[in-house]
């Protein structure tokens, strides 16, 4: 069942062609994400096919109830990010859209109600398409990627992981492609090479023609008509190298070694200590007393629900506040507070300025992190959002520092800076400390995690993933157990109900079924 039709869909921002759509459908069940870099127009676009928006161009014809979840949320209330999006979701959703446009729905949520999100959608019947910077939660939920690059859609089938997949396809024939180019262009180089030598040399009488041929043609029109047919065959293979399809080559990194402050005393040993640490906000306790450490190296995501204490942590280990001591750790901080970027000033004069890396390297990581050529000339102020995060993020990095304290370092970063930033941080040699609610990203840099639950703080020594199936088989574990106390339960009750049944009885009964429906799901 078609849900949606868009058609010749055109929008220009200034001088600039954001969109150039030819045609797109929704049908029912589907379940799109919508990606693409920052400022390519995936929040413009969820507004056009929702009919908030009119195109400078083309249609859009509905055909059913749609909502539209938006990015930019209300913020003249009391309540937290998390709620107000919470309220945001459940409010579309009660609404019961045959279509949803979702426009960065995880914004401000922490994973369990990321999670709690993630449910709701999959259970949910209509179809949708969402814009999302989490990777995982576009694993979870999506059976199709369209991909914004340069205005137009490519549609991939799949979640963002096969997407991902098969955009590593695409850039393994590009470079195949680049590879044949090359040889190609070398062998008619050369070719044309060989053929000018021969051109040059055909003005002087070959050693081999006697004075009797000489005579008999004339040797200097033979030689004049040699010399013009190579000449016109080297002129020929110019041709064909200008007539080859230029292909660009594909961009490599190789992997960066950066020079770090102590880092003799540093890798492998104690640089900080946590000794019977605790937290509060008033009267409410954050946490009780505890203690951990950190080595250099080390790669710790502190995680937690939100309010639980992450940003207070991170600013107690700053502060180095009673019970915390370090020994040979410089500490670099990222928050989301982007003061430390001078708007006068370009990104590459941002950088150096902190700087003890030369120019050559500093335009390395700049690269890295998509900040190419004259890119690095460009002034602080003409900078979108994700922009000054990343030359802040930069800024830190590159400083005299051995440790890196991250708070939320992927908000409004695209997938594309999310993932350069990985993976500096995994090449990375010094330690860091990081906060965040991005699952892939803390799977796929974190070497511990620190967890803050129940007004405790619980280390784990391993990977995201490793204590996801730790943390999974303790939570059925102890459903189980649950789930045979019911059972025992429930036995009891019927017994007595066989005996004196009583309305309590039946309540009491229905209670035990409905708690053991929950812990069996």
């Not at 695409?170 to 195949?176: A, D, P, V």
């Not at 970027?341 to 690269?367: G, M, P, Q, W, Y």
């Not at 405790?456 to 999974?472: A, N, P, R, V």
């Amino acid at each position: 069942m078609l849900l949606l039709e868009a058609q010749k869909i055109k929008q220009s921002i200034k001088d600039r062609i954001l969109l150039d759509i030819d045609h797109v459908q929704i049908h029912k069940k589907d379940r799109i994400g919508l990606v693409g870099k920052n400022g390519s127009g995936k929040t413009t676009l969820l507004n056009i096919l929702a009919g908030k928006r009119k195109p400078d161009e083309g249609t859009v014809i509905h055909h059913t109830q749609m909502e539209l979840l938006p990015q930019l949320k209300r913020t003249d209330t009391t309540k937290s990010g998390g709620e107000v999006t919470q309220e945001y979701i459940n409010k579309a959703l009660i609404n019961d859209p045959d279509l949803l446009f979702a426009d960065e729905p995880t914004t401000n949520l922490d994973a369990e109600h990321i999670e709690w999100l993630e449910k709701k959608l999959s259970q949910w019947k209509g179809a949708f398409v969402v814009v999302s910077h989490d990777r995982a939660f576009l694993d979870t939920l999506c059976t199709t990627i369209w991909e914004i690059d340069d205005g137009t859609i490519r549609e991939y089938k799949g979640n963002y992981q096969d997407y991902a997949e098969q955009k590593k396809v695409e850039r393994r024939k590009e470079q195949l492609a680049y590879e044949t180019y090359e040889k190609k262009k070398k062998q008619l180089e050369e070719a044309l090479k060989q053929k000018e030598k021969k051109a040059e040399r055909a003005t002087k009488t070959p050693k081999k023609v006697s004075k009797s041929e000489a005579r008999i043609t004339g040797a200097k029109p033979y030689f004049a008509k040699k010399q013009k047919k190579l000449q016109q065959t080297a002129k020929s293979i110019e041709t064909r190298i200008e007539k080859l399809e230029k292909v660009d080559k594909v961009r490599e990194y190789p992997p960066l070694k950066m020079n770090l402050p102590n880092e003799e005393t540093f890798t492998d040993r104690i640089i900080l200590r946590v000794q019977e640490a605790s937290a509060n906000i008033g009267e409410r306790v954050l946490w009780n007393k505890a203690s951990f450490h950190l080595r250099g190296g080390d790669k710790l995501a502190i995680i937690g629900s939100n309010g639980s204490g992450k940003t207070t942590l991170v600013k107690m280990i700053m502060n180095q506040t009673e019970g915390i001591t370090v020994s040979a750790m410089k500490v670099g901080y990222f928050s989301q507070n982007l003061s430390i970027i001078d708007l006068k000033k370009s990104i590459l004069d941002n950088v150096c300025e902190d700087s003890k890396h030369d120019e050559t390297f500093i335009r390395t990581v700049l690269a890295r992190l998509h900040f190419f050529k004259e890119d690095v000339n460009k002034p602080g102020d003409l900078l979108s959002g994700g922009e000054r995060v990343k030359v802040a993020l930069a800024k830190v990095f590159l400083s005299d520092i051995n440790t890196l304290v991250l708070d939320e370092p992927t908000n409004y970063l695209d997938m594309e800076a999310v993932e350069a930033l990985e993976s500096l941080l995994k090449e990375y040699g010094g330690s860091v400390i990081f906060v965040s609610h991005d699952r892939r990203f803390i799977e796929q840099v974190a070497t511990r995690i620190l967890e803050i639950r129940n007004e405790e703080l619980h280390l784990f020594e391993g990977t995201y993933q490793q204590y996801k199936q730790s943390y999974d088989g303790e939570s059925r574990s102890a459903n189980e157990d649950k789930r045979l106390v019911i059972e025992t339960k429930i036995t009891e009750v019927l017994s007595r109900l066989s005996i004196e049944p009583s309305e309590a009885l039946e309540k009491e009964f229905q209670e035990l079924l409905l708690e053991k429906k929950r812990l069996t799901n």
